[in-house]
C-alpha cells in the first residue's frame, strides 16, 4: 500500500505469497516428520505389548487346558462327566 506502481505491488504480493508457501511447505514437512517418527515408535511399541500379552495369554490356557485335562482324567464317574457336558 506504500507503493502506487501496480508492477510493483504485484511482485510484492507474489513474494509474499512465495514465502508463505514456503513456511507452510517446512511447517508440513515438520509435522509429517513428527508424525511418522511417533507412529513407528508407537507402533513398533504396540506390536511388543501385543505380542508379550498373546504370549501371557497362550500359556495361561495351556495351563488351563492340562488342568481341564488332568481333571477329566481323574473322573471315572459316568455321570459326573455327563453333567459337565
Known amino acids: 500500500e506504500v507503493t502506487l506502481d501496480l508492477a510493483e505491488?504485484?511482485?510484492?504480493?507474489?513474494?509474499i505469497r512465495e514465502l508463505q508457501r514456503q513456511e507452510l511447505e517446512r511447517d508440513e514437512e515438520a509435522l509429517a516428520s513428527k508424525r511418522f517418527r511417533s507412529e513407528?515408535?508407537?507402533?513398533?511399541?504396540?506390536?511388543k505389548e501385543?505380542?508379550?500379552?498373546?504370549q501371557q495369554l497362550e500359556?495361561?490356557?495351556?495351563?488351563?487346558?492340562?488342568?481341564l485335562s488332568r481333571q477329566l482324567e481323574?473322573?471315572?464317574d459316568v455321570e459326573e462327566l455327563t453333567k459337565l457336558v
Request: charged fraction near 35%; charge should be positive; glycine fraction near 4%.
Open 9 to 15: 505491488r504485484r511482485r510484492i504480493r507474489s513474494a
Open 40 to 47: 513407528r515408535g508407537s507402533h513398533r511399541q504396540d506390536n
Open 50 to 54: 501385543n505380542w508379550l500379552r498373546s
Open 59 to 67: 500359556e495361561e490356557q495351556q495351563k488351563a487346558l492340562a488342568s
Open 74 to 76: 481323574s473322573i471315572s
